[in-house]
């Protein structure tokens, strides 16, 4: 059964472009949770410099296009989580899935880092891949509902693999949370109708 996560990567007050990028891939190449690097694949990138491509890339595009953004709005890189249930899938079984839904999702269009963790108790995926394209002209751009359309592709993939998946994702987190009318409903003080008809009673 795999979840899946989709974050956006960007810039950090006080680190450079290059340091922000190089921080997230290297949480996700860390040799401690990959086997010593062995639970690593890349599609159109070399994991080693990751990082560097990814910062070219943009530059190339900012040349290319001749578009600029501010340097706090700027998407680095997206990431991708994907976690598996206990023992139903192996580490390299597990990097090979998250290769194809890395590979579906962009299209081939952005290159992508895959890194397998295995220091937990669920084996889980790190997709990083690149905002830029591979032709530097186009940048991929996040829409509304993307989440639910990586956890289809990812669902469509564990399927082909035998893998189970979640049968009826639950749009809340178990109840937790509430939405904002629930809240409000919850804390807006007592109306003066109601101050007057609980005085009465």
């Known amino acids: ?3 899946t996560r989709h974050f956006t990567r960007h810039i950090n007050s006080g680190e ?17 949770k990959t086997r010593g690097g062995e639970l690593i694949s890349a ?3 070399d994991p080693a410099t990751v990082d560097a491509e990814f910062l070219l890339s943009k530059s190339k595009y900012k040349a290319i296009t001749g578009r600029t953004q501010k340097w706090d709005e700027d998407i680095l890189c997206y990431q991708i989580r994907q976690s598996f249930l206990p023992g139903e ?11 194809e839904l890395g590979m579906s999702w962009t299209k081939g269009n952005h290159a992508f880092l895959v890194t397998t963790h295995i220091d937990k108790a669920h084996i889980h995926n790190h997709i990083y891949y690149n905002s830029t394209s591979l032709d530097c002209t186009r940048k991929f751009r996040n829409f509304w509902n993307s989440s639910f359309a990586i956890r289809r592709v990812s669902d469509r993939i564990c399927l082909e693999h035998g893998l189970s998946i979640v049968k009826n994702p ?11 009318g629930e809240w409000l409903g919850d804390n807006k003080p007592p109306t003066f109708q109601e101050r007057l008809r609980a005085q009465i009673d």
């Open 1 to 3: 059964m795999a979840t």
């Open 16 to 32: 450079t472009i290059a340091e922000a990028i190089k921080d997230c891939t290297d949480y996700g190449k860390n040799p401690d």
């Open 43 to 45: 599609y159109e990138c």
């Open 89 to 99: 899938v192996t580490p390299e079984e597990a990097n090979r899935i998250g290769y």
């Open 170 to 180: 639950k749009p809340r987190s178990k109840g937790k949370f509430k939405n904002y």
